[in-house]
């Protein structure tokens, strides 16, 4: 069965910091990877995804991505942060192939907490 | 640019009561999908639909029902709540399946007292 598993349940970093966020998947053919953000009470908006090619994903707001498929993660990382950074963070995978329909299977979440 | 509406914003049912969501997509987008987030869980999979036929469909509960009508606005029907259902409920809209950006809306939050 698909599934994500976000490690991470709440990360608190100082702002300018680097980051990374966990995210592992597990699904039996090659996934569609996306990273949404939500802000409290907010709606999802999209990071970043990955389909193919190249493993390295750059997205909005300075966030990048990396898929390793040898270790099934696509972690998130940011190189400094910012406060208004602060919200939940989702990891998901959709199905290819030809039973795509389009759905996701989020992670858990991690929320992140920036310190002035 | 527009957005995926979602009405109403907020609504607050009792026990037992019948709701009604709408979603109305980004214009010439086919593909509607619902989720439900429970308070501090992930988003969860209800329904979706392409070309107004129901294309998936996950953990919805058979007290809830789905369509798309032909200007491609979905609703989502639940009847005899319960204090579980309170939720936010997103709808998403993409043009095609496969993969291709979903676009969520803000949002439903359903409170059920």
């Known amino acids: 069965a698909q599934s994500v598993t976000q490690p991470d349940i709440h990360i608190t970093v100082s702002e300018g910091a680097s980051l990374e966020l966990r995210c592992n998947y597990s699904?039996?053919?090659?996934?569609?990877l996306f990273w949404y953000v939500q802000s409290p009470g907010q709606g999802l908006q999209l990071l970043l995804k990955?389909?193919?090619?190249?493993?390295l994903v750059q997205g909005i707001k300075g966030f990048e991505a990396e898929f390793k498929r040898s270790q099934s993660s696509f972690n998130l990382r940011k190189p400094s942060v910012h406060w208004s950074d602060a919200a939940e963070y989702f990891c998901?995978?959709?199905?290819?192939?030809?039973?795509?329909?389009?759905?996701?299977?989020f992670g858990q979440g991690t929320t992140l907490q920036v310190k002035p | 640019a527009a957005g995926v509406i979602q009405s109403p914003r907020h609504l607050i049912k009792e026990k037992r009561e019948t709701a009604t969501l709408k979603c109305y997509p980004i214009?010439?987008?086919?593909?509607v999908y619902w989720y439900q987030q429970g308070p501090g869980q992930d988003p969860q999979f209800l329904i979706s639909?392409?070309?107004?036929?129901?294309?998936d469909k996950g953990s919805i509960p058979d007290r809830f029902s789905a369509q798309q009508f032909s200007d491609y606005h979905s609703e989502l029907n639940m009847s005899s709540l319960e204090l579980g259902d309170s939720a936010l409920y997103f709808c998403?809209?993409?043009f095609g399946q496969g993969n291709t950006e979903a676009f969520f809306g803000q949002g439903t939050r359903l409170t059920v007292v």
């Open positions: 998403a809209s993409s």
């Open positions: 699904y039996g053919a090659t996934p569609y």
């Open positions: 990955y389909f193919s090619g190249d493993t």
């Open positions: 998901a995978v959709g199905a290819q192939g030809s039973s795509n329909t389009g759905k996701l299977i």
């Open positions: 214009p010439r987008h086919d593909t």
């Open positions: 639909f392409y070309e107004k036929m129901q294309s």
